[in-house]
């Protein structure tokens, strides 16, 4: 019998998904134990002023979002330093305007939320884009390489230096938000070190208007659809203390903080992925490379995650304390979102790659629509549980507009999306049954 040959982009493919589950493992080992430390240590209050400032400061990324890494990736003279200057110094003029306007929101959002400690946690948590921004110029040259042993060498070094500050923190300032805030701070100025570390020590700062002109015509897609879909997910982090205390929202960031440990992992496939599609030459092929593992993604992940979502539970009622233990439920409501965002994602690096993400627009005003309707009712008929659905609601809105996109443009097999939607449906069925309402 005859063995099918693995083609290198495919084996390059496997290696670097191989490379990025190691390093999110180790960095969920060391994440891991700074929750079982600092939720003995701090309370849910924390957690819930934490969630709330990194939540502004997620939306202002998310809103000014002009896709300069994705541009970057598929322009074909990537290995030129005037492109890779000019990347460098956009993305750090948009660090330092975030950094402006989140210092300048610290003044008037914690009136808005009633809740004056806000004010000097955004003015710290603000610094993040601007640091962030600092990175090498050459970290691009590795997504586009697939060269995710060096990446992950950067995130890991970057999780670890931020937990072992987190945890020392704690014990210096006693049930104290702060000791998250400058753990946080001091994992992003981590990663900026450790990434001249791995890449050339070199500033290649340029300014071409025609290169500018380049990333923008593609910038300019990313935008409006990341500026929707940063007030779609970040909805529920902005108005969070309006609908409920801070304890159920502390309790609610902490699945959150969990859930996005793995939605870390399964996003960093979708980096490898779009990369393998970089890669690819012809439409067709890309077309047929997306159909294949589209219905292998659902067929494998799709029941692996449904256990995750009965499993969830368990984990925080054996590993946390006992005031912790609502969030339980909470957890295993998050991989119902994270099971049609997985599948979502994927859909969407293909129209990524094609420069068509345009086309879901219109999905993340319907989802944005969707969540900003059903949030206060939801909140206040189920508490933090409806706070959660509305969530998962305007997630399955989402993926599926976008699925209908695809299966008329696209002749999409519906299979993948019968399969998602059957273990979400099944899952949260099952979660009802086994365990009881926080």
């Not at 493919?13 to 929750?35: K, P, Y």
């Not at 946690?121 to 390489?145: F, N, T």
């Not at 998250?180 to 701070?185: A, E, L, Q």
């Not at 998962?392 to 989402?398: K, L, Y």
């Amino acid at each position: 019998m005859r063995i099918p040959k693995i083609s290198s982009l495919h084996l390059a493919g496997i290696q670097s998904i191989g490379w990025s589950t190691l390093a999110h493992f180790l960095s969920f080992g060391i994440r891991a134990v700074s929750i079982l430390i600092l939720t003995h240590l701090l309370p849910p209050q924390a957690y819930a002023l934490f969630g709330v400032a990194i939540g502004v400061v997620t939306i202002l990324e998310l809103i000014s979002d002009v896709g300069i890494r994705p541009a970057l990736i598929r322009h074909p003279e990537l290995d030129q330093e005037e492109v890779l200057g000019t990347g460098w110094v956009l993305g750090v003029g948009r660090g330092l305007l975030l950094t402006l306007i989140v210092w300048s929101l610290s003044f008037v959002y914690p009136s808005f939320q009633g809740s004056p400690e806000l004010g000097p946690i955004l003015l710290v948590i603000g610094l993040k884009p601007l640091i962030h921004s600092l990175q090498s110029a050459y970290v691009p040259i590795l997504y586009r390489e697939m060269k995710y042993r060096q990446i992950s060498t950067i995130e890991v070094g970057q999780t670890f230096i931020a937990t072992c500050g987190s945890i020392s923190f704690a014990y210096y300032w006693e049930a104290s938000v702060w000791a998250i805030v400058c753990g946080y701070s001091l994992g992003e100025v981590a990663y900026v070190v450790l990434s001249y570390l791995v890449c050339p020590w070199k500033f290649p700062i340029a300014w071409n208007r025609k290169i500018i002109a380049e990333l923008k015509s593609f910038g300019n897609q990313v935008f409006w659809n990341t500026a929707v879909m940063s007030l779609w997910l970040n909805i529920d982090r902005l108005l969070g203390l309006k609908l409920v205390s801070e304890i159920e929202l502390g309790l609610y960031m902490l699945a959150s903080n969990l859930g996005e440990f793995i939605d870390k992992l399964l996003m960093r496939t979708m980096d490898v992925y779009y990369s393998m599609l970089s890669q690819t030459d012809g439409e067709e092929n890309r077309l047929a490379l997306h159909h294949s593992l589209a219905q292998k993604l659902a067929k494998v992940m799709m029941p692996i995650m449904m256990v995750g979502m009965l499993l969830a539970p368990l984990t925080i009622w054996f590993f946390l304390d006992k005031k912790w233990h609502d969030a339980g439920f909470l957890f295993g409501l998050v991989f119902a979102k994270l099971m049609l965002r997985l599948m979502s994602q994927f859909y969407f690096q293909l129209l990524l790659n094609r420069a068509e993400i345009h086309l879901v627009t219109s999905c993340y005003v319907a989802a944005f629509l969707v969540q900003a309707t059903l949030l206060y009712p939801l909140t206040k008929g189920l508490g933090v549980i409806g706070l959660s659905y509305s969530m998962i609601i305007s997630t399955f809105v989402f993926y599926s507009l976008e699925s209908l996109i695809f299966r008329i443009r696209f002749s999409e097999k519906i299979f993948a999306y019968l399969m998602t939607l059957a273990c979400v449906i099944l899952g949260l069925i099952l979660l009802h049954l086994l365990y009881p309402l926080p």
